[in-house]
């Protein structure tokens, strides 16, 4: 049966003898998990003697154990604040790290002891050295410390603290939290422990002194308080990420052997890459990372180096280095992907990670082509893959070789100015189609508008016309009075002769 007290100097695990001393065990347990010592100080520490917490109060001369803290109507009550707690002659503090209730006596009627029974409250300490044995009979041990009892454990810091004339320690070494690992007892009647973690009293904020985290050093430099921000916020992130699931654990760092090279130039392959950075050692895996969906090139890649000297000779030499007309940027990977999809692939029971979720473990294709795709370096490979990219790494590069790759790489690339060449010309001459089918229909539309003037003209030419004949005719019955019928005829006829020589000659001109 264990407790874990969370100090500020740190963890602290007990073990308790719960056969031994089943009724200290049980008040002990039902006080921890009430929340009752938390945010308690170490109001007394003796060097090389003992450390002393459980007071709410903080000044040694309070707590009460968990059956005065019972409802009334609780049939397991205690009017007095104190417990006789049990005494076993085998448990004694011969060890450091020996945890007891800090006790007194009291002289009861018909005690058969004349020095009186042993009374205790909340308050227990931790011994800070072996072999104290004249503690023995006059307070109760009840457990041990298993955690934080090693050399440059926890004990050791709290019987390092500084103090004053009082023995209280200048810098606050309190109980941050408690957590109960196991409890075999029955709770007492009508004890009901909260739902959430209680809040500082007034009196434990008043007796606050030093902050645990306040420095007692020489004033730093800026530079120094800067980095030390950084550093806890990096480590608080760190500590973030292992608890939502997405690190192993918080202390986790990057490969060395593993580079980042950025700025790359999109005709840019793998293979490419492996051959200018194998002259410093020896490959294991080389990628372009492209995109999932296009297959197209990301412009960024990592190189895993065998050895770390490798990696660090690569780093140096080829920082801002012109490959493909574009000048790359190296550096170190800052990645932890790899061992975190190693880790979760243990934890899954040799199932990989996720896919798309730890970014590990995806295919990317060559060129665009599904059918040619390598596995990424992110990746867990087989033992026949990894046996012949090792022997083809170790095999010498021929220089046939070499210019075979070479004359494949200016193949590729006059094939793409080919390519833009014919897009450009097939654009010039669709614009040029588009421009003449233009034209045409604009002489087209000129040619109809013309005509169909000049036929409104033709029309208007012969109202005129018909308008002057009949003035001619009005004016000559006039002045001839009365003319023959035949006369009348005559000049009809005449008329309808001009008007049809009128039309023929309008058709003609058009």
């Given amino acids: 049966m264990s407790v874990l007290l969370e100090t500020s100097v740190g963890d602290i695990v007990i073990d308790l003898h719960t056969e031994a001393a089943p009724r200290s065990c049980t008040n002990f347990l039902?006080?921890?998990?009430?929340?009752?010592?938390?945010?308690?100080?170490?109001?007394?520490?003796?060097?090389?003697?003992?450390?002393?917490?459980?007071?709410?109060?903080?000044?040694?001369?309070?707590?009460?154990?968990?059956?005065?803290?019972?409802?009334?109507?609780?049939?397991?009550?205690?009017?007095?604040?104190?417990?006789?707690?049990?005494?076993?002659e085998t448990l004694k503090h011969t060890s450091k790290g020996t945890v007891s209730f800090a006790c007194i006596r009291s002289q009861q009627e018909h005690a058969e002891d004349e020095e009186g029974v042993l009374l205790a409250g909340s308050q227990f300490f931790i011994t800070l050295k072996d072999d104290i044995e004249y503690l023995d009979g006059k307070h109760v041990p009840f457990g041990t410390v298993v955690e934080g009892q090693e050399a440059g454990g926890t004990l050791d810091k709290i019987n390092a603290a500084f103090t004053d004339d009082q023995k209280r320690p200048l810098k606050d070494i309190r109980i941050r939290h408690v957590v109960v690992l196991e409890d075999p007892f029955p709770d007492p009647d009508g004890f009901s422990p909260p739902s959430r973690s209680p809040s500082p009293t007034p009196s434990q904020l008043h007796a606050l002194r030093l902050a645990d985290d306040e420095d007692l050093s020489e004033e730093r430099d800026e530079t120094e308080k800067e980095q030390q921000r950084r550093d806890a916020d990096t480590n608080a992130a760190a500590l973030t990420l292992e608890m939502?699931?997405?690190?192993?654990?918080?202390?986790?760092?990057?490969?060395?052997?593993?580079?980042?090279?950025?700025?790359?130039?999109p005709v840019t392959r793998s293979d490419d890459l492996e051959l200018i950075f194998s002259r410093f050692g020896r490959i294991m895996s080389c990628e372009v990372i492209k995109d999932k969906k296009t297959g197209d090139s990301l412009q960024y890649a990592f190189i895993e180096f065998d050895k770390k000297d490798d990696a660090e000779r690569a780093y140096f030499k080829m920082q801002n280095v012109l490959v493909d007309d574009r000048r790359i940027w190296v550096d170190f990977s800052q990645s932890v992907s790899r061992l975190h999809g190693d880790w979760v692939k243990k934890r899954n029971g040799g199932r990989e990670a996720p896919r798309g979720h730890y970014k590990w473990g995806d295919q990317s294709s060559r060129n665009g082509s599904h059918a040619a795709s390598r596995t990424s370096s992110y990746r867990p490979r087989d033992q026949r893959e990894e046996r012949d990219r090792r022997d083809r790494n170790q095999r010498p590069r021929s220089p046939r070789r070499e210019e075979s790759r070479e004359r494949d790489r200016k193949r590729s690339r006059r094939q793409d100015d080919d390519d833009d060449r014919r897009y450009r010309r097939s654009a010039e001459q669709s614009r040029s189609t588009r421009d003449d089918r233009d034209s045409r229909h604009g002489h087209a539309r000129s040619r109809r508008e013309h005509t169909s003037g000049r036929s409104e003209r033709s029309e208007r030419e012969r109202d005129r016309d018909r308008r002057r004949d009949d003035d001619r005719d009005r004016d000559r019955e006039r002045a001839s009075g009365s003319g023959s019928r035949r006369d009348r005829s005559d000049d009809k006829d005449r008329r309808r002769h001009d008007e049809r020589s009128r039309h023929a000659s309008d058709s003609r001109r058009d």
């Fill in 30 to 88: 039902k006080l921890c998990s009430k929340h009752f010592y938390k945010l308690n100080a170490f109001f007394r520490v003796q060097k090389d003697f003992l450390a002393q917490t459980g007071d709410p109060t903080n000044t040694g001369k309070s707590g009460a154990s968990i059956w005065s803290q019972l409802p009334s109507t609780s049939r397991d009550r205690l009017d007095s604040s104190l417990f006789q707690p049990d005494t076993d």
């Fill in 244 to 265: 939502v699931g997405d690190l192993p654990f918080a202390e986790i760092r990057p490969p060395e052997n593993i580079l980042f090279v950025c700025k790359l130039n």
